[in-house]
């Protein structure tokens, strides 16, 4: 069973910057489309962005044209870099695959957007 470690969070004033980690185990991560997805508190979890096994990426609205997600499947690793960050972006970040049975879900990574 893959294990996934996000890491990266922490306090920011609103338009600063982040960069989060997920850190993979197992052999197949380079084959998964893998995402980030994030839960404020009294919401849903909802997937903000996801990539390819071949770096293709898709955003959500509410994130386009701010975070970038990259990966580096030689270090089972993928990364979510956000700018211009907003309140609204205060929630819990996690990874994990976006087709199929998804991962045991890790911890997370708290971010929270000051104004």
């Known amino acids: 069973q893959v294990q996934l470690v996000e890491s990266g969070g922490g306090l920011v004033q609103a338009g600063g910057s982040l960069r989060l980690s997920c850190a993979a185990s197992?052999?197949?991560?380079?084959?998964?489309?893998m995402g980030w997805y994030r839960q404020a508190p009294g919401k849903q979890r909802e997937l903000v962005a996801a990539?390819?096994?071949?770096?293709?990426?898709n955003y959500a609205d509410s994130v386009k044209g701010r975070f970038t997600i990259s990966r580096d499947n030689a270090k089972n690793t993928m990364y979510l870099q956000m700018n211009s960050l907003k309140t609204e972006d205060t929630a819990v970040y996690y990874c994990?695959?976006?087709?199929?049975?998804?991962?045991?879900w890790g911890q997370g990574t708290q971010v929270t957007v000051s104004s």
């Open positions: 990539i390819s096994s071949l770096g293709l990426t």
């Open positions: 994990n695959r976006v087709t199929g049975t998804y991962y045991y």
């Open positions: 197992g052999s197949t991560f380079s084959v998964i489309a």
